[in-house]
T-cell receptor, first 110, second 113 residues
Framework: RKEVEQDPGPFNVPEGATVAFNCTYS??????FFWYRQDCRKEPKLLMS???SGNEDGRFTAQLNRASQYISLLIRDSKLSDSATYLC???????????FGSGTRLLVRP | ETGVTQSPTHLIKTRGQQVTLRCSSQ?????VSWYQQALGQGPQFIFQ???????GRGNFPPRFSGLQFPNYSSELNVNALELDDSALYLC????????????FGQGTRLTVV
């Protein structure tokens, strides 16, 4: 079983749609959780950290369920510029390392 | 921009050769981590350097080695290159170890033929 699992997609949605990505992780001791965005052939960039209470940044909402070891990202009112791969990231058994999922690809069409 | 720079941006090597990739960390950051990202996969942790010492290592063979210099810049060396080493190599700097935010450089795309 992979340490961080994501649906690879692609999710193909029209502009203005709401889309949700899910992620599960295997290490119950993980303390830090993130969503990164990666554009084609570019480096990953931090989209948002994920907190136990859930957090929102504009059109983006992240949720964490520790009991189920589940993380989600909701994108409202999708824009063409949201097209990218979204990587779910947790810290590993040794907190110095980040463990990435394989990513979920989002395509937003006009 | 993150302030993390990597060189070169692209590289083609022959199987069996050796390669050195370089990373300049963001000002004020003393921790550098290296990741390998194969096509269609998420980045995989190679190792981390903190104040010139290796601070942790992923599941990579010893032919992957590294260094960190007093100015906190870093090198990744790979010996005896294999075809499967073809990937995007990412350097990430952070202000400390642990779960602090990591800032990635643009990566070095290595192709082994």
């Amino acid at each position: 079983r992979k340490e961080v699992e994501q649906d690879p997609g692609p999710f193909n949605v029209p502009e203005g749609a709401t889309v949700a990505f899910n992620c599960t992780y295997s290490n119950s001791a993980s303390q830090s959780f993130f969503w990164y965005r990666q554009d084609c052939r570019k480096e990953p960039k931090l989209l948002m950290s994920v907190y136990s209470s859930g957090n929102e940044d504009g059109r983006f909402t992240a949720q964490l369920n520790r009991a189920s070891q589940y993380i989600s990202l909701l994108i409202r009112d999708s824009k063409l510029s949201d097209s990218a791969t979204y990587l779910c990231v947790v810290n590993g058994l040794s907190s110095y390392k980040l463990i990435f999922g394989s990513g979920t690809r989002l395509l937003v069409r006009p | 921009e993150t302030g993390v720079t990597q060189s070169p941006t692209h590289l083609i090597k022959t199987r069996g050769q050796q390669v050195t990739l370089r990373c300049s960390s963001q000002s004020g950051h003393n921790t550098v981590s290296w990741y390998q990202q194969a096509l269609g996969q998420g980045p995989q942790f190679i190792f981390q350097y903190y104040r010139e010492e290796e601070n942790g290592r992923g599941n990579f063979p010893p032919r992957f080695s590294g260094l960190q210099f007093p100015n906190y810049s870093s090198e990744l060396n790979v010996n005896a290159l294999e075809l499967d080493d073809s990937a995007l190599y990412l350097c990430a700097s952070s202000p400390g170890t642990g779960d602090t935010e990591a800032f990635f450089g643009q990566g070095t795309r290595l192709t082994v033929v």
